[in-house]
């Protein structure tokens, strides 16, 4: 293959011997050969095939190790520089998720136990699958929110109602719930239905995650911007609390689900407020005295503690205690936990009938369980020197949905808040995740049913206090706005979307808001005319600068965004305001003053031709060469380079020239590709602006470049 060569003419003006003042001139030529670039296809094909089809034994060791993380780490464990800092962060966690696994899943419109069973089952596999040693992967308020909201709709669609009722065995495999079973089974409500709506949705977005592992998707990721997913979070925690105000006051509501859940959820707790359970508002009430400055203690003195204070396990201990004795439920009317058997239920598969009715519920969750376990694991592997495999993450994460979704569990992803008491309480590896899992197994083997008399407004106060972090991004606006308006416009759609509209139609807006903005960023980017550093070879924007100055005769303009079919007419009208000259429009002057000229002529008033104005077309534009600088200028698309094409042409029938200077080596490929040369030509493109106005200025007085 032969390969195309380059040119690029550099001109340059020396000064003449022994003062003489007449100049002369050269051109030097600079030839760039580009590489060869053998592609044989079928070669490449064969050789892909056998490296993938190739089965070697060191080939499946890498493939085990690469799939079982555990199998790697584990044996290089070091007991003693490792074993204490990672029993003491997992002891710390496990009990600050009991309370919250227990709380979330209300949220999730379960009881109890289930909570407990989904982050007992997410530590373990997570450290089987996971290459992250720091996150931890359990119940996480915004996902269940969304799986809430399934949960509630194909609950009411099957008849029965919202409130789950009394955990009870699940319903045969293929059965809707509302029958017996052989004889020893227990009658499945409402409840038990939740359970396997919730463990279908849980299956399938493991299926999900797992798939987007395999085919290496990871890359989706990049679209779920920081402010795009803090908007989200922001967004969905104020349904969150909007959900968990019911419990606060003790109401008797249904659950709002669908688009406009929040306002709908807000006119019936104001319908109903009259029936405000005094003894729930009073406890919510003096839970928040309690946790509130107790979390922003630890907050402030998290550098002088070993270990974050476990406020939410003693506000629960001393509530249950409260309600048992004082007999709160009974004198009051106060809503309880309720029973919480101990042990594990039989596993169960999921409805599978049910899975067309919850596939695209599905999607949403699996996208962000895995954007934000992925973006987590990569966040404090950076901080701790070491790495992540993002398509293992999503493995991991996937697996932790697909086999405890077996378990009568719900979905589960990283949590910000746990990671961050897990990191900051001495964890080293992922052995931390297997010490917490084993204080739920205490709980859920033992103490579980401990907590019978446990008010709901304890949780409901619970998972409010746990969303302060996202709620304080409202305080962070400011701050925000001034780094960037575009970012905090967009966390502010998003947040607004999610919270008024839905959550799942709030990610997708914010998804397809931030791409708008990405889109409009290049479509009227900035365009700035430039000036001369003196005494160097730099040109910068003379808006954003003082004391620059311009070559006579050459004007230097910058357009700071790729060129293709969106913005190419932005380009052509930003570059004749900057200029000042419109070529069509000059062109047209000069054609009226040629014809009023003529007329004059045939009239016989030649004599007279000096006193009439003929205005911009007998007059010089006042310069004689464009200099592009394209050093922001990413690709060209094919109406790219027809633009410049034009402008060129445009131009140089007015007598101004366009060079080009500072092409990136794709850009210059697609020049030539797209013939913007034409043959026996110059090919001048410059590798610096200086070079093009030395140019500019050396040929002035010599004669007009070749394109």
């Known amino acids: 293959m032969t390969a195309m060569t380059e040119t690029n003419h550099i001109h340059e003006v020396m000064e003449g011997p022994e003062g003489d003042d007449a100049k002369c001139s050269f051109h030097h030529t600079m030839f760039l050969e580009p590489q060869e670039k053998k592609r044989n296809m079928k070669a490449l094909l064969v050789k892909r095939a056998k490296e993938t089809c190739s089965c070697t034994p060191a080939k499946i060791k890498d493939c085990v190790l690469g799939f079982f ?9 070091n007991v003693r520089e490792y074993l204490l800092g990672d029993v003491m962060s997992g002891v710390i966690v496990g009990v600050l998720l009991v309370p919250q696994s227990i709380a979330y899943s209300l949220l999730a419109g379960l009881e109890p136990i289930y909570g407990l069973y989904t982050s007992f089952f997410s530590c373990l596999i997570y450290c ?8 931890s992967v359990s119940i996480f308020g915004v996902v269940c929110l969304m799986l809430g909201q399934v949960v509630d709709r194909e609950v009411e669609r099957a008849g029965y109602q919202l409130e789950p009722a009394v955990p009870s065995a699940l319903p045969a495999p293929g059965g809707h719930g509302n029958g017996t079973g052989n004889g020893t089974e227990p009658l499945c409500g409402g409840g038990c239905y939740a359970v396997a709506v919730a463990a279908t949705v849980t299956f399938i977005s493991g299926v999900y995650q797992v798939a987007m592992g395999f085919f290496q998707v990871g890359f989706v990721s990049v679209y779920l911007s920081d402010s795009l997913l803090s908007g989200f979070v922001t967004g969905a925690s104020i349904t969150v609390l909007t959900s968990q105000v019911k419990y606060l006051l003790g109401l008797d509501i249904p659950r709002s689900g669908g688009v406009g859940s929040l306002i709908t959820t807000w006119i019936n707790i104001f319908r109903n407020i009259r029936a405000t359970n005094i003894c729930d508002l009073v406890t919510s009430f003096l839970c928040f005295l309690v946790l509130v400055p107790a979390k922003e203690l630890n907050e402030r003195f998290k550098s002088k503690l070993k270990a974050p204070v476990p406020v939410e396990l003693f506000v629960v201990v001393a509530a249950t205690l409260a309600s048992h004795f004082g007999k709160l439920n009974e004198n009051y009317g106060s809503s309880i936990s309720g029973h919480i058997p101990t042990g594990f239920l039989p596993p169960r598969p999921p409805l599978w009938t049910l899975i067309p009715s919850v596939a695209l519920d599905a999607i949403p969750i699996a996208i962000i369980g895995f954007a934000i376990t992925v973006s987590l694991s990569e966040m404090f592997a950076k901080k701790h020197g070491y790495s992540v495999r993002a398509n293992q993450e999503m493995y991991a994460i996937g697996f932790c949905n697909i086999i405890p979704s077996f378990f009568h569990c719900f979905t589960t992803s990283a949590a910000l808040a746990k990671t961050l008491v897990k990191e900051s309480t001495g964890c080293r590896t992922q052995v931390s995740g297997m010490v917490t899992s084993l204080v739920i197994l205490l709980v859920l ?4 049913p401990l907590f019978y008399s446990l008010q709901k407004c304890v949780l409901a106060v619970i998972t409010i206090v746990s969303l302060r972090g996202a709620l304080r991004k409202f305080r962070d606006l400011p701050k925000m706005w001034h780094l960037s308006r575009v970012d905090t416009v967009i966390w502010a759609v998003t947040m607004a979307a999610t919270a008024l509209v839905s959550t799942e139609i709030g990610l997708l807006v914010g998804v397809c808001f931030s791409m708008l903005c990405v889109i409009f960023r290049t479509q009227r980017p900035e365009a700035p005319l430039l ?4 005494e160097s070879e730099t040109y910068e924007s003379l808006s954003a600068y003082k004391n620059l100055q311009t070559k006579p005769g050459v004007v230097v303009f910058r357009f700071e965004a790729p060129i293709y079919y969106i913005n190419k007419e932005c380009f052509k009208s930003t570059l004749y305001k900057q200029t000042g000259v419109n070529p069509a429009r000059v062109k047209a002057a000069r054609k009226k003053a040629e014809k009023r000229k003529l007329k004059q002529k045939e009239e016989g008033c030649g004599d007279k031709q000096s006193s009439i104005p003929v205005g911009l077309g007998s007059e010089p534009v006042g310069f ?15 109406a790219g380079i027809r633009t410049l094409k034009e402008v060129c042409k445009d131009y140089g029938d007015i007598d101004v020239h366009v060079l080009l200077a500072q092409c990136s080596p794709s850009v210059r490929s697609s020049l030539l590709r797209g013939e913007f040369f034409q043959e026996g030509e110059d090919q001048l493109l410059f590798h610096s602006v200086h070079q093009a106005v030395d140019f500019a200025l050396g040929t002035q007085g010599h004669g007009a470049p070749k394109k």
């Open 69 to 77: 993380p555990i199998l790697q780490w584990l044996p290089k464990y």
């Open 531 to 534: 000036g001369w550093v003196a």
């Open 128 to 135: 089987i699958f996971g290459t992250s040693r720091h996150i």
């Open 624 to 638: 004689h060469t464009i200099v592009i600088d394209c050093c922001a200028v990413q690709f060209l698309d094919t």
């Open 445 to 448: 083997l033992i103490i579980a």
